[in-house]
DNA sequence: ACGCCCGCCTGTAAGC
DNA sequence: TGCTTACAGGCGGGCG
């Protein structure tokens, strides 16, 4: 039972869940945070392969990889599926969340609901001094941006993946700030990616349709939706990114 | 103190 | 056909 793997065992985290009711749900970078009736949260990141999957009835055949099932009284299950065990969920209170847990004590700001100047962020930038696909993915730099919005948002900003934080001019720090906005604003309203193995999947079992957007992502030898150039990929720090070599500079 | 690589898992697809 | 290898949305630990 990796997904639990913050509680000593099963019965603590289900203890910690059971006869409780879920309440408002919010974001937090990558993390779901879930409030239950009580005042503690239940605290969810879907990792690789995770999904949050809706059953309407108990007789709903369980699926393989399906490690968490929560039935309600009021009818239906929602069950988490992960067949990569990278995900996970536990059960905890709002202040350790915020002050006893780092990956979520530790995250950046949030482009989606938090605005931000660019000169500050122009300001946050300088002070890194780090490439810019890295600093992207840094969950403590900024939230919830991961290997396929990184490579959207740098081709959207026309900028080059190993192009230095510090380096940018005021020009090239307002695109990518723009870029980072309006990319993950634009995902989010075409409901997420899907690669092929179509892992990723929203509550109801439907895939995201903002893979058929993508300009760079899983693009390799198509041509740029702007220039027709090639797309390339590259390696990053054993992760693979694409790019247009001619519009990002 | 940092940047980078590896391992964690399972499933699928490509390569030989 | 079948075995082996590479790779996939993330992220923490440990290495040099």
């Given at each position: 039972m990796r997904s639990i793997r913050r509680h000593p065992n099963k019965k603590h985290f289900i203890s910690k869940l059971e006869g409780h009711k879920l309440g408002a749900v919010r974001r937090r970078g990558k993390y779901l945070v879930i409030k239950l009736d009580g005042g503690d949260v239940l605290v969810a990141h879907l990792g690789m392969s995770g999904q949050f999957l809706r059953a309407k009835g108990l007789k709903e055949p369980v699926t393989k990889h399906t490690h968490v099932v929560m039935t309600f009284t009021q009818g239906g299950q929602l069950r988490f599926v992960d067949p990569r065990t990278f995900g996970e969920l536990f059960v905890t209170s709002p202040d350790e969340l915020d002050n006893q847990v780092p990956e979520l004590a530790h995250l950046g700001f949030d482009p989606v609901d938090t605005m931000m100047s660019w000169t500050r962020f122009g300001e946050l930038l300088a002070v890194r001094k780090t490439k810019l696909k890295v600093l992207l993915m840094d969950q403590k730099f900024v939230?919830?941006?991961g290997n396929i919005y990184s490579d959207e948002i740098l081709f959207a900003a026309g900028l080059r993946y190993d192009r230095l934080s510090h380096s940018l001019s005021s020009q090239e720090v307002r695109r990518l700030y723009r870029a980072m906005v309006e990319t993950l604003q634009e995902a989010i309203k075409h409901r997420g990616s899907s690669l092929?193995?179509?892992?990723?999947?929203?509550?109801?079992?439907a895939p995201g349709e903002y893979q058929t957007m993508h300009k760079v992502y899983d693009r390799e030898g198509e041509a740029c939706r702007r220039c027709r150039s090639t797309i390339v990929k590259v390696k990053v720090n054993g992760r693979s990114s694409f790019l247009c070599p001619q519009c990002q500079v």
């Open positions: 939230a919830g941006i092929a193995d179509e892992q990723y999947r929203d509550l109801f079992g």
